[in-house]
Nanobody, 128 residues
Framework: QVQLVESGGGLVEAGGSLRLSCAASGRAFSNYLMGWFRQAPGKEREFVAAISWNSGTTRYADSVKGRFTISRDNAKTMVYLQMNSPNPEDTGVYYC?????????????????????WGQGTQVTVSS
């Protein structure tokens, strides 16, 4: 069984920075594509960023491109989301997720139905 545990959320001022972490256990983490999603109050969960198993490719939602950076450390079985210059629209619960397919596609997936395992989420609140 895979376990994903997010951390690093909290309250941040607009224009500041925050780094989210996700610790993975229970599977050969290094063989799987990882993603970050978020859910704002009253809205559906949406894609934020994803990274291939070997960090060779990344993919971002247009709303965060140029501000957020996804990275991973396979030796530590960790994935990160560096959030720079967040704005109040970035407020929500952030989830990390592990793709269902070993190695996965070259272009990381941005649809949640392709991810089989999810963390419990970490709250991010951006104040204006």
């Amino acid at each position: 069984q895979v376990q994903l545990v997010e951390s690093g959320g909290g309250l941040v001022e607009a224009g500041g920075s925050l780094r989210l972490s996700c610790a993975a256990s229970g599977r050969a983490f290094s063989n799987y594509l990882m993603g970050w999603f978020r859910q704002a109050p009253g809205k559906e969960r949406e894609f934020v960023a994803a990274i291939s198993w070997n960090s060779g490719t990344t993919r971002y939602a247009d709303s965060v491109k140029g501000r957020f950076t996804i990275s991973r450390d396979n030796a530590k079985t960790m994935v990160y989301l560096q959030m720079n210059s967040p704005n109040p629209e970035d407020t929500g619960v952030y989830y990390c997720a592990l793709d269902r397919a070993r190695l996965g596609p070259t272009v990381p997936r941005n649809r949640e139905e392709w991810y089989d395992f999810w963390g419990q989420g970490t709250q991010v609140t951006v104040s204006s």
